[in-house]
Nanobody
Framework: VQLQASGGGLVQAGASLSLSCAAS????????MGWFRQAPGKEREFVAA????????GSQGSVMGRFTISRDNAKNTVYLQMNSLKPDDTAVYYC???????????????????WGQGTLVTVSS
């Protein structure tokens, strides 16, 4: 499956951004989806994930209540709505797909089979 992330940009602290990740090449509904991010000089970290049907979601503690992951299987797209952005959210954001045997979320990078190219989010203070 090919993944194309978009929607990054430069915003001020407190602003919102919506990232999109369009998938092609396979049956999108067979894949669990996730968002990860990598800040300069840091390791890639989990941000949020959603199950194949969208019935289950999860996110890491630092973004809980601010970021929302969703998906539209008819449009082969997963979204990450980011509100109340902070400078610490500055990173390259990657979407990833996991050929999911189970209806659950996956929160580690090694669980994912396919990765998009990343989109840069910069939050100024």
């Amino acid at each position: 499956v090919q993944l194309q992330a978009s929607g990054g940009g430069l915003v001020q602290a407190g602003a919102s951004l919506s990232l999109s990740c369009a998938a092609s090449g396979r049956t999108f509904g067979n894949y669990g989806m996730g968002w990860f991010r990598q800040a300069p000089g840091k390791e890639r970290e989990f941000v949020a994930a959603i199950s194949r049907s969208g019935s289950s979601t999860g996110s890491q503690g630092s973004v809980m209540g601010r970021f929302t992951i969703s998906r539209d299987n008819a449009k082969n797209t997963v979204y990450l709505q980011m509100n109340s952005l902070k400078p610490d959210d500055t990173a390259v954001y990657y979407c990833a797909a996991n050929y999911a045997r189970y209806e659950r979320i996956y929160t580690t990078a090694r669980d994912y089979d396919y990765w998009g190219q990343g989109t840069l989010v910069t939050v100024s203070s």
